[in-house]
């Protein structure tokens, strides 16, 4: 089996912390040495790092944790390889575009039900409503072929960006289809990256016949009060209070816990969690409050802020910030048509106040997003995850 690791976090962060110990899982001290990688989001861009040495001593691993990149939004994987050979092509993780995103998976497990693609178009699995197979594999395990299987579903049932509570009711439709038929025999856990700012994960945790490793999915969300806390595969300890800010919240999920500090919680079986500014969210209904305070999915291929995605309350005014730097102040409504071509940017960056009271209320003393994010590139980078 493999062993995954993920970070989102509320501002940009190093995450070398979380990696270094991570990646000493890779052949040092477990045995998944069958490659590695790590795929991080940096704005609307995806920069991803793989190799087929193992995480422990190949020369790429130990680039990734000596380069200060920062980030919203990230995964790793290290493999032990139990379907599909040791090339690159089967490295973890897998990336798509669709919408206008870069869509990254990783995963952990055996899901039967796709261990074997198939010769023909005819024979391959398909969820939902899918009949076209826009998005195919490259290489040859389950966990990139459920991958594109995903996203063909989504791309079937859809024809733009989802609302997060609609992604988030529709994947957990498809996560239930994955494991039907086969409950006992499918090991499902995964990270699912939809864009910079949007991490889902689920957990169908299990063991292979013989084996007693236990292959789960746990979390973290570290805030202040920052504490200590020591890897659990180095030699290595951090005091989070000196290198981090009031501001600073940080979610990380991994198979197993990294650190030997309290605050571990282990998924539940069936449990897809989506994480945003740092934090988890478990229903639909809390998927919506993260709409409604503008952090949506946002694809600059369309025209305006996310059409068919954003929701905001009847009556509402929004504060919109033009390339002018002038600001119109709207009504509210379902239909984002009301957005100028000027103000096509991400509603997050530039600072789209929606759901005003409960996220200023929350944060009185935070400046708009935009100065935010020129504060964070200007200052030291955390490097506590």
């Known amino acids: 089996m493999c062993q995954l690791l993920g970070m989102n976090c509320r501002a940009l962060t190093d995450f070398s912390f979380s990696f270094r110990g991570f990646c000493r899982r890779g052949g040092a001290t477990d045995i998944h040495s069958h490659g590695f990688g790590v795929s991080i989001y940096e704005g609307r861009g995806l920069r991803s790092f793989l190799d087929t040495l193992p995480a422990a001593t190949s020369p790429v691993a130990e680039l990734v944790q000596r380069y200060p990149i920062r980030t919203y939004n990230m995964m790793a994987h290290v493999r032990y390889?139990?379907?599909?050979?040791?090339?690159?092509?089967?490295?973890?993780?897998f990336s798509r575009e669709l919408w206008g995103i870069h869509w990254c998976f990783a995963h952990n497990g055996e899901v039967p039900k796709f261990i074997h693609w198939g010769d023909s178009e005819d024979s391959a699995p398909r969820l939902g409503k899918t009949r076209e197979l826009a998005y195919r594999p490259i290489g040859d395990t389950d966990s990139e072929a459920v991958f594109c299987a995903i996203l063909n579903a989504l791309k079937a049932e859809?024809?733009?960006l989802?609302?997060?509570?609609?992604?988030?009711?529709?994947?957990k439709e498809l996560t239930n289809e994955i494991i039907e038929g086969h409950?006992?025999?499918?090991?499902?856990?995964?990270?699912?990256?939809?864009?910079q700012y949007t991490l889902f994960a689920y957990s169908w945790p299990g063991r292979r016949p013989g084996s007693k490793v236990w292959n789960g999915l746990h979390y973290i969300v570290r805030e202040p009060p920052f504490t200590t806390a020591k890897l659990?595969?180095?030699d290595y300890m951090i005091d989070f209070a000196a290198v981090t800010t009031p501001k600073d919240r940080v979610a990380v999920i991994t198979t197993k816990p990294l650190t030997s500090?309290?605050?571990w919680t282990e998924f539940k079986r069936g449990e897809l969690l989506m994480f945003d500014n740092g934090l988890p969210h478990a229903s639909p209904e809390t998927c919506e409050s993260v709409e409604l305070q503008g952090r949506g999915l946002f694809s600059k291929c369309f025209g305006k802020g996310c059409p068919n995605s954003r929701r905001v309350c009847p009556n509402q005014q929004l504060s919109i910030e033009n390339d002018d730097g002038s600001n119109d102040s709207v009504a509210s409504t379902t239909d984002t048509s009301i957005f100028s071509e000027a103000s096509a940017v991400s509603l997050r960056e530039c600072g789209v106040e929606s759901n005003e009271t409960s996220e200023k209320q929350q944060h009185a003393t935070e400046p708009a997003v935009v100065a935010e994010l020129n504060q964070q590139q200007s200052s030291p980078a955390a490097v506590w995850c």
């Open 183 to 195: 409950p006992e025999d499918t090991i499902f856990n995964f990270l699912l990256g939809c864009g």
């Open 162 to 171: 989802p609302t997060l509570p609609v992604l988030h009711t529709f994947l």
């Open 261 to 263: 500090e309290e605050g």
């Open 232 to 234: 659990v595969d180095d």
């Open 81 to 93: 390889a139990t379907q599909g050979c040791v090339s690159l092509e089967n490295v973890h993780p």
């Open 158 to 160: 859809f024809d733009s």
